[in-house]
């Protein structure tokens, strides 16, 4: 599946970035990149990005940064119940192209075309880089114009000076024009999320990404650093959360709902991911709710 082309930045006139925030019950669930960079704060959510050629799951307290022409979704999972509904996550979009020409004007451009560059691969922030950029853009969503402005520089003055960080694509990608990994690891985590409630085939998914299984295995742990086996149990962990949520639910239900062919097998993944078992889990969420 190829990634769409979007606009990040539309009706806005010459201006070069803009700041929002998101309020959505499913972030964009469509593979797709822009000639916009995006630095995203994510406070409350969870669920699976997919940036470039990289998948891994993703919590809430989450900053990343995607350089222009790098295909991403993320897929928010609802595994957590939220404590701030009305808001999920805060998104910076800036043109480099635009910043970069308004920049030469008024300071020495090389630091930032190397982050530029470095970013084509996505990034993800830690520490106390993470701590300063968060404040930026909690005081910059209300801000009058003139006070973004200084923000934008702000966080760009951070960003260009930190190593706390992390590259998360294997590959870069430039001018919108994805590698055909990418598009193979895309193509399995849309496979596996239209059909993780029924029966999973590895034969399958080796045949989308046009690979032997044995070849397939070793491709998709390169690049998401797990088993594809325990991507999938993820993936439908991720669903039960959801379904526990809701008190009518059974487990036993929930656990045939999610793809999951035995109660013991269910009980069983599911405390080897989230900790604890799925009778506790909805206990403590019955507990919150009171």
Sequence with gaps: MRPV???????????IFEIRRENCDKYLSE?????????????????????????????SDELTFIGPGLPHVW???????S???????????????????FCTLLVETAPLHDFLERSRQGMLFYGQTKDALKKILRKMVGASDMQKTAYLFECLATLLHTEEYAVLSNKSYSNGSPRKDGEIIFSIYNYVFENFNNEISLEEAAKLANLTKPSFCRFFKAHTR?????????????????LLVQDENQITNIAYACGFNSLPNFNKFFKSIKGITPSDYKSKLLMNKD
């Design 31 to 59: 593979y797709h990149f822009h000639s916009e960079c995006q630095l995203t704060y994510i406070f409350s959510g969870n669920g699976q990005r997919c940036i470039g050629d990289h998948l891994e799951d993703f919590e």
């Design 226 to 242: 797990k088993t594809f086996s325990k991507f999938v149990n993820e993936v439908r962990i991720n669903e039960a959360c959801r």
């Design 5 to 15: 082309y979007t606009k990040a930045l539309s009706n806005l006139g010459n201006r």
């Design 83 to 101: 404590h701030e509904p009305s808001e999920q996550s805060i998104t910076l979009h800036f043109d480099p192209e635009a910043l970069l020409s």
């Design 75 to 81: 897929y928010n999972a609802h595994g957590n119940i």
